[in-house]
């Protein structure tokens, strides 16, 4: 058993990754899926279709590679954070999932922020401000709007937390993805009590607190079948996608600051203690290494304005690839080489669903001061340009 098969469920795919014990990637699968956004500011995404991406993507790199099952040692999973998936007591869905980037839950948000001293819910929590992406926010939401959904939830779960539990049968978390949930201690590693309080919330109804890197038991026979693992797999905790790339870039020290472009635009800086910026204008987060933290600065929509581009406005590169069997990103960007450099001054702002690092704002009314990230302009430049 000398193979690893690591997950990313991100905001629009997720990626499944076969590894050898050397680190070598022998196959990789992208599963693609496409958000919900029933009403303003609401984005959602059925449970299952995590899960079904999930059985996608083992199914094709364990063909791609033609590693047996059996010789899988242990599974993990990376996921985005903040998305809410409420199960009931059969573990079921009872909704689809509030994604991270939904934004419906501002009243709620509002009423936290006028419940707790601002200082005191930074010092704990790690977030400088109190926003709708919270899941304490969207929980507070279902028990107002939904109350139903609400009475009938025995599980409050993050993507993570679900597709460990399908996988394992175990109600599982660890810090990293649960720092933004507005109800973690950043500095004791447990969950808050005063805020479990305020939302009516118990501890039985979240998953157990487990480091990252902790083995929490196998596969359980179910998702064997389905997904054609071992039983004797492992089934290990992984952490939030952005802590993920940062201890993937080696970014695990004091003096070590690292940059991912995903769906969201982050910073990362490794500190060895709880560290908090006077102006509110940044998270710390939950290590994935014991006594370890990160100050994370982000931006929530970087190659999400991209994807939502190419769908917009990319569908003659879209077939064009689907033909051609290239990648529709790389035929958008043949057209961006050929603009001239900064596209006349056309410039996108990424704030799609807001803004947040430096300054947090759930509304789309932004001003160009907001945020000093441009998303690449070369590709709008040209699609216009040709229109």
Request: proline share 7%; charged share 20%; net charge negative.
């Amino acid at each position: 058993m000398s193979y690893f098969l690591a997950l990313d469920a991100g905001t629009t795919s997720t990626k499944v990754i076969l590894f050898d014990k050397d680190g070598h990637s022998l196959a990789t699968s992208i599963q693609e899926y496409h958000l919900l956004t029933p009403a303003e500011d609401w984005v959602e995404l059925e449970p299952d279709q995590y899960w079904q991406a999930c059985l996608d993507g083992i199914h094709q790199v364990l063909s791609n590679s033609a590693i047996h099952p059996d010789a899988i040692a242990a599974l993990s999973v990376s996921s985005q954070g903040e998305t809410l998936i409420a199960l009931d007591g059969a573990g079921r869905p009872l909704r689809p999932a509030i994604v991270w980037l939904d934004n419906r839950a501002k009243e709620e948000a509002l009423h936290v922020a006028k419940s707790f001293d601002p200082d005191a819910f930074y010092q704990v929590s790690g977030l400088p401000e109190v926003i709708p992406t919270w899941p304490a926010c969207k929980i507070l939401w279902l028990r107002n709007h939904e109350p139903a959904v609400s009475a009938r939830t025995k599980k409050h779960l993050l993507v993570e937390d679900y597709l460990l539990y399908r996988f394992s049968g175990r109600f599982a978390t660890e810090g990293s993805v649960s720092t933004t949930t507005g109800y973690f201690d950043i500095r004791s590693g447990e969950w808050w009590p005063e805020m479990l309080g305020f939302l009516g919330l118990s501890s039985e109804s979240l998953p157990t607190l487990y480091r990252s890197g902790q083995v929490i038991g196998t596969v359980v026979p179910e998702a064997a079948r389905e997904t054609g693992l071992s039983t004797r797999t492992r089934i290990v905790t992984g952490a939030m996608d952005q802590v993920a790339a940062a201890v993937g870039s080696g970014n695990i020290a004091p003096g070590i600051v690292t940059e991912t472009t995903g769906t969201a635009l982050v910073l990362a800086a490794t500190v060895d203690q709880p560290t908090y910026d006077p102006s509110k204008r940044f998270p710390c987060y939950y290590h994935a290494l014991p006594g370890r933290y990160l100050l994370i600065p982000y931006c929530q929509a970087a190659g999400m304005v991209l994807k939502w581009f190419r769908d917009q406005f990319g569908q003659e590169e879209m077939a064009r690839a689907q033909d051609s069997g290239r990648d529709p990103y790389d035929l958008l960007g043949e057209l961006a080489a050929v603009v001239p450099p900064a596209s006349d001054g056309l410039v996108l702002l990424p704030h799609l669903t807001g803004s947040t690092s430096p300054h947090f704002n759930p509304g789309r009314e932004v001003s160009i001061l907001a945020s000093p990230w441009l998303i690449p302009r070369g590709i709008l430049y040209a699609l216009l340009w040709r229109q």
